[in-house]
């Protein structure tokens, strides 16, 4: 079982902004899902986790080795497919593996060219070993990330928003390859995509403005809701006085009407109840103040 404890996790960037604010985390095996909206901190956590930007406070402890003191520890068990991979320079699939392998460390030349042939075959890019990867699409760059995330085996695995621009034959292949490696290793996974977290993870946390808002089993985080979501059709006019009397938690056009959620201890009049979803939990989690 591998562990990753982090406590009191503080992030302040150069220009004064504090991007991460005394956050704590524990995060074992499986699939662990991070949500929040744009600039929640989501990204800065991560960039953090694998060591490419340096806490101002608090500690991230791996396996129990704090990694600040031991920088190549956790590098050395680390795979990471960050938000924005950049340029890839003109070369073939096969050659990148290669070079970031050897960056890794990985240095037995057999062993480097199985593991690189197998992690071509495992994300469904071996026809393609010679292309280079500036020439690939959206979903098979994806890929390529999460193939050269896995090279040297890692024990912790961190994606950021890996599906972003996917279209659903590629993101749900995307989904049943982290499914399938996040069996013996941690799996952290950031997107904003509520139903993935909801299919593929076993643990979440959702973030907003730097602070952790929420952190559980999605089934639990959702069951705490049951008989206290409500929703009603209404007429676009009406928007604003529901609004001020009502804690509405998201409006939704449904087959061209507009539907209002709220949440509610009882029922309110003329709302109807509906089942709990994980997105209500979200949204709920983002109208709570901190
Ligand atoms: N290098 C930096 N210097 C200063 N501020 C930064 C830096 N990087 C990010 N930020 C700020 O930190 C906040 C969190 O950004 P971050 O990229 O971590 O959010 P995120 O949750 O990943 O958002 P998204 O869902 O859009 O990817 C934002 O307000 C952002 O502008
Ligand atoms: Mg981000």
């Not at 992690?119 to 071996?126: C, Y």
């Not at 993101?171 to 996974?189: A, G, Q, T, W």
């Not at 056009?253 to 089942?275: C, G, M, S």
């Amino acid at each position: 079982m591998n562990t990753l404890s982090i406590s009191h996790l503080s992030l302040t960037y150069k220009n004064g902004f504090q991007a991460i604010k005394d956050i704590s985390l524990e995060i074992g095996n499986g699939m662990f899902g991070l949500l929040g909206p744009n600039g929640a901190g989501k990204s800065s956590l991560m960039k953090t986790i694998v060591g490419l930007q340096k806490p101002s406070s608090g500690n991230i402890i791996f396996n129990g080795i704090d990694i600040s003191r031991e920088p190549d520890f956790i590098r050395q068990n680390l795979g990471f497919l960050p938000q924005d991979f950049g340029v890839y320079p003109k070369v073939s699939a096969y050659d990148l593996l290669h070079h970031i392998a050897i960056l890794k460390g990985i240095k037995d030349n057999a062993f480097r060219k199985r593991q690189i042939s197998g992690l071509l075959e495992k994300v469904n890019l071996s026809d393609f070993r010679n292309k280079e990867v500036h020439t690939f699409s959206g979903g098979m760059k994806q890929r390529f990330g999460v193939a050269q995330a896995l090279l040297g085996n890692p024990k912790i695995i961190i994606v950021d928003e890996p599906t972003a621009g996917l279209d659903p034959e590629e993101r749900n292949r995307f989904n049943s390859l982290l499914n399938d490696i996040s069996k013996d290793v941690i799996v952290i996974l950031s997107t904003h995509l509520v139903e993935d977290v909801r299919n593929l993870c076993s643990e979440m946390a959702i973030i907003n403005k730097g602070k952790l808002i929420r952190k559980g089993k999605p089934g639990d985080l959702i069951s705490e809701l049951e008989h206290k979501i409500w929703s009603k059709r209404i007429n676009r006019n009406e928007w604003e006085d529901y609004q001020a009397t009502h804690e509405i938690i998201s409006q939704q056009l449904i087959e061209r009407e507009l539907y209002i959620t709220t949440f509610a201890a009882h029922q309110p009049k003329d709302f109807n109840a509906v089942p709990p979803l994980l997105e209500h939990v979200y949204f709920h989690s983002l109208t709570q103040k901190p």
